[in-house]
Each structure stands twice: as C-alpha cells, then as structure tokens.
C-alpha cells in the first residue's frame, strides 16, 4: 500500500495512470484529481515552454517577412507560420474558449481566441479573395499576440508553482523503507506498510516515517521543516515524534501512533493544499467582474468598429483592427490574478512562519483583527510547569501529596499533570492506582485514590482559612506569581501545590510587534488573579481577566465585540476550544495531529507566540494587495479602453491600427505581470524577532 501525497489517503500501488514517476520515485494517487493537483503545475508549465518554443521563433520569422520582404510569396509563407501559431501554440485559448461557453462563463481566453482569430481569418480571407478585401494582412498581429500572452501565462504559471508548492515537497519528506521490529527480528518494509502499533527502528540520520513516541533510546531530532524549532530537539523514552522529521546521533525504537492520513505531516499538507486551493470572497468578487467584464469588453469592441466603420469612414480593415485591438488590450486575467496570485505567496509566506490558515475567509478575518485576547499558560508561558512548593497540613506527607495528585493526573496531558509526573519520577515514589477520574472545567480533577475522594484543583483563600499554615503558603505562592493547586482529600484542603511556568521566548517581541501594528492585547486565563497580573505586569499586559472559565472566556470575548472590535483568541486548542470557535479569528497554538481538531481558522505549527503578529500582518498585507491589485487593473482598463476604441486616432491618424493590436497584447502582458510582480512583493514581508522556518522550501 502507498500514501497518496496530495490527500494522505492509503491506496494500493498500482502502475496505471494514476501513478507518476520522477527522479527515481514513484507517487500514488486515489483519484485522478489528486495526480492533476500533484502534477498538472509541473505539465502545464512544460507544455507552455513547448508552445513558446513554436510560437517566438515563427512569429519573429512573419514580422521579418512581413515588414522586410512585403512579395505574395513572402505573404503565403507568413499564412502557413500563422496557421501553426494559430493552431497548435494558440490552442489552448480556443480550449479555453470551448469551456467558457460550455459553463456559460467568461473568461480571458475567449477575448484571446475571439481577437486573434478576427485578425487571422480576416488576413486570410484578404489573401484568397483579394478583389473583396483590401490586400492588408495581420499574420503578424495575430502570431506576435499568441506568442506574448503564452509568455505571460508562463510567467503566471511560474509564479504560482513557486508560491504553492509546499504540497509537493511535503509529500517528498517521508522515507521509502523502515525498519520495523516484530517478535524481537527486524525486517524492512515500505513505509506505506507500517501500521499504529508497529516497533519502528529508526537508525541516525533516517527519517521517520510515522508519528510516533519513543520506545527505547536517546537522540536529538530535527523538526525543522515541520515546526520551525531551529535547534534539534532532546528525544528520551515517552517522547512524541513526528513523520518526517530526521533523527540525530542516537538509535530509536519508535511505537507508530499515526500513520498515512493521521500524522501531522498529513495534515499540514491539507491546510496547505485548503490554503491554495480555497475561493476566498475576494476571489468571488473577482469572478463576479469578469463575467461582467468579459461580455462588456466584447460588446464595446463590436460598437467601436461599427462606429468607426459606419460614421468615422474607416474602410473594413481599420474596423476589424479596432474590434482586435479592444478585445486583446482588455485584461480580465489582471483581475483573475489579483485573488489567487496573492493568495498563494501570501499563504507560502505565512507557511514559512509556521502559520497555516484554515478555512476559505481565515485570511480575510485575520486582516481585520484589532484585539488580541490570549490564553497564558502554553501560549504567554512555555506551558511546561515545574511543582516548585508542596505544602502540608498534618494529615500527611510532602511526598504523599505529591504521589496522590500524580496518581489522580496519572491519565492526564495538560501542563500540570506532566509537571506532577516528572516530580514524582524525581522524587522515586510509588505512585497508586486512581480511579473514576473525571475532568471538571473550571473546578479541576475528581476520582477516587485508596478508596478516598480526591480532588485537585483551585481554591480560594476562605476555604483555607481554618488552615493557617496552608493559608499562608497558598498567598506566598501568589506574591510570587505562581500557579496554585489545592489537594483535597475527602472534601478537606490537605495540601497546597504550587507551579512555576515561565515566559515564553518571543513573547515580549511579539507583544512589541502588536501594539506597533495597532492591535490592543489581553489576557484571558482560568488562573489565579495574582498569578495573572503578575505575568500581565512582568508583559506590560494591561487588560487581565482571570479566574475565567470556558463559559466567561466566551463572555469576555463577547463584550469586546460589542464595543466594536473584531476579536483574535489564541489558545492551545483543547480547553480553549469554546474561545476558539466563537472569537472572530481562533488561533489555535500547538503541533500533531490535534491540530485536525483544533477550533481555529490559524493554527501555529510551533508553539511560538511571535507566530500571531506574523500571521496578522501577512494576512493584512495579502488582503491589501489583493485590492492594490484589483485598483491596477481598474486603472489599466480604464486608461487603455478608450485608446484601443480610437482616442489616439485624432492625434496619429486610423494608421495608428497598424501597430496598436501588438502594443495592446504587449500592455496587457505586462498588466498581468505586474500584479504578479505586486503579489510576490508579499515574500519581503518580514517580522523583527520571528525566524522564517523552511517549511514551504522544504527539500527531500
């Protein structure tokens, strides 16, 4: 069985045409609409160079032989080179053409096919019957116009391969063998064979082909390409890690816990592939002009030649070189350009900081974004806990309370069971059995210890007020910023547990970064109150809510948005889900494939606050030249149109046409080129303090 690298679906391997070889490898694809998303770039852009390679050279031979030999034979000539570049480099306009009256749509091929076309049979029909045409021929216009729109096209087609071909290169991380141990013997096996649960070997300098968690063995990964982490990452027994990542010094023993569809590879290239392939509202808009555009443009050529023909007393020749010189001057692909050109490097520049978005308006929401509300823990601070006090009553030990509340957060991942469960490994105690345990938001841990109902969660001041020496400790904890939990043990505060996280690196850069753009910061945590104005006063954070829980994170969010602002949450996915999906814009912090069930429409590959200022600014910046370059091409039409329907002529006299049709198709190349251009300015979009990581360069 193989992986299909464009959605991630396991499928027999099969060589037929829905497989694809390249550069000794051999790709797999379920349908053949995954093949042409995988493909068609690459093919499209080869057939371009092969019609340009026709096109240039005979259409440089015509204009020679029209303008430098001017005899029938030299005319004949010109005919059968036009007939080639008409019909073999020009097809794939009247393709295009066929499909737009087929949908009932409008589209720049039609203009194309249409306008060359009128110039061609005319010369041709002024070659075989010249008693009823005046004998002037256009085989150059025609050939010159083809072979300058294909070269734009192949610019364009450039253009987007470079911008979106995070997919592709995703789909070249995984390795084609691995080693898997079954019943104590190693064997290899293709990659595409490994199941959840198979004992992978991973050896130095390999790949992983699965996520997994470390089994045996101690090594530093690079997660680079996937996560951005510049530096290799320590892997020790109980350690997740992800497909495609590559192993340093050390040999792994790996359990598979996501293979094919379910690793995170996976799923980044899913979000990528949404990315480029998603219709944003801008893009309809777009869509929307060009079906008016397309109709107008012909209909004004049409009304333009007949005046001229009618009432300027230009004779046929000069009316059908109005009608071409319209119809190629007008750029509709300028405006067909504006959305996905932008779209693409804006998405691949955002990839580059870890920031994947989701969903077809996610771009459109972020740019509008002027308050930031944010989780702490994980997302301000690194998340990873350490116990740093233990308090007791009488009733028991330091390291009885310890192992108690280990043994009740035994099942759990949240920072403060992980911190739990490294103290108790460092501390060598025998950690009971829970049971019945069960999550609280807002309250904490319940379940049952040695027959005893134990909870671990928050608590307030009063509650220990008939327990001094808790009491106090429980404020000391407070002044020092501390996070603090309170063991119960049937209903009675035995014992106060205090947690130190610190600030995350970046933080303060990315705060700096969003107040220079605008956007007002707050906190929004289920923390104590001391604890998050400490942190709130340490980040210069002046809006603080604490002691929220999931219901009253929603209501914060709320109230900002009645006063008017569009509304970013940022959490880590899983007891911020609420926030997430109700904010205006959830941005969803963390990595592995509960990234696929995160509530937001931006997800951060690395845990790494400075990815929100980044994801805001190329979001706005994409947005504002997307209409930059709706603006180009207003402008462009509405300055060339009238001179293509004859504005020139008072000046330059009807011999103007001779030239116009070519300068038409040159200017309306270099419209289209400059909305490219315009677009791939996003890639210099940078961000002081966050470090661009090579994911959408990612090579094999």
Same mark, same amino acid.
């Given at each position: ?63 020679? @032989? ?54 061609? $049979? ?6 075989? *019957?010249?008693? &009823? ?16 729109? @294909? ?53 130095? #300098? ?46 792994? /023993? ?71 010189? $319209? ?31 989701? #969903? ?35 009733? @028991? ?9 280990? %043994? ?44 005893? %109902? ?46 130190? /996280? ?24 289920? /923390? &104590? ?14 809006? *603080? ?8 994170? !929603? ?14 949450? *940022? ?26 069930? /995160? ?14 200022? =980044? ?24 300055? !060339? ?23 038409? %198709? ?8 400059? $909305?490219? =251009? ?11 303090? %966050? ?10």
């Amino acid at each position: 069985m193989a992986t299909d690298p464009v959605c991630g679906m396991t499928v027999e391997e099969r060589p037929t045409s829905l497989a694809l070889h390249r550069e000794n490898r051999t790709y797999y694809f379920c349908s053949e609409t995954c093949l042409r998303q995988f493909a068609e770039p690459e093919l499209a852009e080869r057939r371009l160079r092969r019609e340009i390679a026709v096109a240039w050279p005979l259409a440089v031979v015509v204009v020679v @032989l029209t303008y430098g030999v001017r005899n029938e034979t030299a005319t004949v000539v010109s005919a059968a080179l036009a007939t080639v570049v008409q019909f073999y480099a020009g097809w794939p306009f009247y393709a295009g053409a066929r499909d737009a009256i087929v949908d009932r749509t409008w589209n720049m091929d039609l203009l194309i096919a249409v306008g060359t076309s009128t110039a061609y $049979v005319y010369s041709v029909l002024a070659l075989a *019957v010249p008693s &009823h045409l005046p004998p002037e021929f256009y085989f150059d216009a025609s050939s010159v116009i083809i072979a300058l729109i @294909l070269t734009g096209n192949y610019l364009e087609h450039r253009t987007r391969r470079d911008a979106g071909s995070a997919v592709r290169r995703l789909a070249e991380l995984l390795p084609q063998t691995v080693t898997v141990v079954r019943d104590g013997r190693e064997s290899e096996i293709p990659a595409a064979d490994v199941a959840v649960g198979d004992r992978l070997r991973v050896r130095p #300098g390999a790949r992983f082909p699965a996520d997994g968690v470390v089994l045996a063995g101690k090594t530093r990964v690079d997660e680079a390409l996937l996560t951005g982490e510049s530096a290799p990452v320590p892997k020790q027994l109980g350690d997740r890690v992800l497909a495609g990542s590559v192993n340093g010094e050390g040999q792994l /023993d790996v359990r598979a816990t996501g293979v094919g569809s379910d690793t995170f590879l996976a799923e980044v290239g899913r979000l990528l592939q949404d990315a480029e392939l998603s219709r944003v509202p801008l893009q309809r808009t777009a869509d929307r002009i060009a079906s008016v555009f397309v109709p107008a443009v012909l209909a004004l050529g049409v009304v333009a030649a007949l005046a001229w023909f009618l009432v300027g007393g230009a004779g046929p020749t000069v009316s059908v070189l109005v009608f071409v010189t $319209v119809v190629i001057t007008a750029c509709p692909c300028a405006f067909g350009l504006a959305t996905p050109a932008a779209i693409l490097v804006g998405t691949g520049v955002a990839a580059e900081y870890g920031v994947l978005f989701r #969903g077809e308006d996610a771009l459109e929401r972020a740019a509008r974004v002027t308050v930031v509300l944010t989780d702490k823990t994980g997302t301000l601070t690194r998340g990873e806990l350490e116990l740093a006090e233990v308090a007791v009553g009488p009733e @028991l030990s330091g390291d009885r309370a310890v192992a108690i509340a280990a %043994a009740l957060e035994r099942s759990l991942t949240d920072p403060y069971a992980r911190a739990l469960q490294r103290a108790a490994g460092l501390r060598r105690l025998s950690v009971p059995a829970a049971e019945n345990v069960t999550v609280e938001p807002g309250r904490g841990v319940l379940g049952t210890v040695a027959r005893a %109902a134990v909870e671990v969660g928050r608590a307030s001041p009063r509650e220990l007020s008939r327990a001094p020496a808790l009491e106090k400790a429980f404020a000391e904890a407070l002044g020092r910023g501390d996070s603090v939990s309170v063991l119960r043990v049937s209903g009675a505060p035995v014992a106060v547990l205090s947690f130190r /996280d610190e600030i995350a690196e970046g933080v303060p850069e990315a705060l700096a970064a969003l107040a220079r753009d605008g956007i007002r910061v707050g906190m929004v945590t289920g /923390d &104590h109150s001391a604890t998050a104005e400490r942190i709130g006063a340490r980040l210069g954070i002046r809006e *603080v809510h604490a002691e929220v829980d999931p219901a009253g994170k !929603l209501a914060v969010i709320d109230r900002a948005r009645a006063g008017g602002s569009v509304v970013a949450f *940022v959490g880590d996915g899983i007891n911020d889900a609420p926030a997430l999906a109700g904010a205006d814009l959830g941005i969803a912090i963390g990595t592995g494939t509960a990234v696929a069930q /995160d509530a937001g429409q931006v997800v951060l590959v690395r845990p790494d606050f400075r990815g929100v200022p =980044a994801a805001l600014r190329v979001a706005r910046r994409t947005v504002a030249k997307v209409r930059g370059n709706f603006a180009w091409a207003i402008g462009y039409n509405a300055v !060339l149109l009238p001179i293509a329907a004859g504005a020139l002529v008072p000046l330059f006299g009807l011999g103007v046409y001779s030239v116009l049709p070519i300068v038409g %198709a040159a200017a309306m190349g270099l419209s289209s080129t400059s $909305v490219v =251009a315009n677009s791939l300015s996003l890639r210099r979009t940078a961000l002081p303090g %966050a470090e661009r990581a090579p994911l959408s360069r990612a090579t094999s």
